[in-house]
């Protein structure tokens, strides 16, 4: 894990590290397999092709799970994830290059909380936004 | 409203129910299993000492894990999302509060009730969205997450 991030050292504007993430099919068996999301579009290509889909897709939970660790390896183990939740607008195949990335949009402080607002979102290989997002993370103060 | 409307009286009448809570004991290998699955090293999911160090008492569960664990010991009752008269679906997007902790050893009781249903004009035809609100309580009674699903069938 990175070193701990405090919300002095915060500034709107800023990127949060990346992560990357190259699907394969055999990691969307077993991310079916952990969460019990047996839907065949997942894992059966000629299923997903008769439900007028490219192919097998990347499940929408699993790319809202990798949005949850960009947040949470970002917080540190002294920092919170308030919330955070996705769109899913377009679809994601395995094989592709995927990254999940966040920009600061906001920091205040609110019941005692040094809170952060992001924009989260993972995108393709050719850089489109399938999944935009938000979170709100409550980071310590150095104060 | 159009004569047409694929959304009936029954279907409405849905929305706002709240569903019997179903149960989930949360246990540490299926916490380790769900990480490595997404490919997530923290050792807070892994490592039960290292989690034990950091002030928790057992393995932490990752944010979301209870929203997507599909493995209850007890289900209360049917889904609240109702039945579409559409085959396919998509996952419309999904936003989580949380507000205590989900470790092993927990017990998390969910109720969940239809908030939202919409119809809409799509590229491939008529859609129905559903929005699901589910409210994931503790064995202490407190509210550990909340979490609002969107669904689409069409």
Same mark, same amino acid.
């Given at each position: 894990m990175s070193e701990q991030v405090f919300w002095e050292d915060v500034e709107v504007g800023m990127e949060i590290p990346a992560l990357v993430k190259k699907p394969t099919s055999q990691q969307l068996v077993r991310w079916a397999g952990a969460s019990g999301d047996f839907y065949q579009i997942h894992y059966d290509k000629d299923f997903a092709l008769g439900n007028n889909l490219p192919g097998i897709i990347v499940h929408g939970a699993l790319k809202s799970a990798w949005l949850g660790q960009l947040v949470g390896d970002w917080v540190g183990l002294k920092g919170r994830v308030k919330s955070f939740g996705c769109s899913y607008r377009g679809m994601d195949v395995p094989g592709d290059t995927l990254t999940l990335k966040g920009t600061v949009t906001g920091?205040?402080?609110?019941g005692g909380d040094h809170l952060v607002d992001l924009d989260i979102w993972m995108e393709n290989g050719k850089g489109d936004k399938t999944t935009p997002g938000q979170a709100v993370v409550v980071l310590p103060s150095r104060g | 409203?159009?004569?047409?409307?694929i959304i009936t009286e029954e279907m409405k009448s849905q929305v706002g129910v709240e569903s019997e809570p179903t149960i989930y004991e949360i246990e540490k290998e299926p916490i380790r299993r769900w990480a490595e699955a997404i490919g997530d090293p923290n050792p807070l999911y892994h490592d039960e000492e290292y989690a034990k160090q950091q002030g928790y008492r057992s393995l932490v569960a990752p944010p979301g894990f209870i929203a997507q664990y599909a493995f209850p010991v007890k289900v209360g009752g049917p889904s609240p999302r109702i039945q579409s008269p559409f085959t396919r679906n998509l996952n419309g997007g999904n936003d989580y509060e949380f507000f205590k902790?989900?470790?092993? #050893?927990?017990?998390?009781?969910?109720? #969940?009730?239809?908030v939202d249903l919409r119809e809409r004009a799509g590229r491939m035809g008529a859609m129905l969205i559903q929005v699901v609100e589910m409210t994931y309580k503790n064995q202490d009674g407190e509210v550990a997450v909340k979490a609002r699903f969107t669904g689409i069938s069409y």
């Open positions: 920091k205040r402080a609110e | 409203m159009s004569q047409d409307s902790p989900i470790q092993a #050893g927990d017990t998390i009781s969910v109720t #969940g009730k239809l």
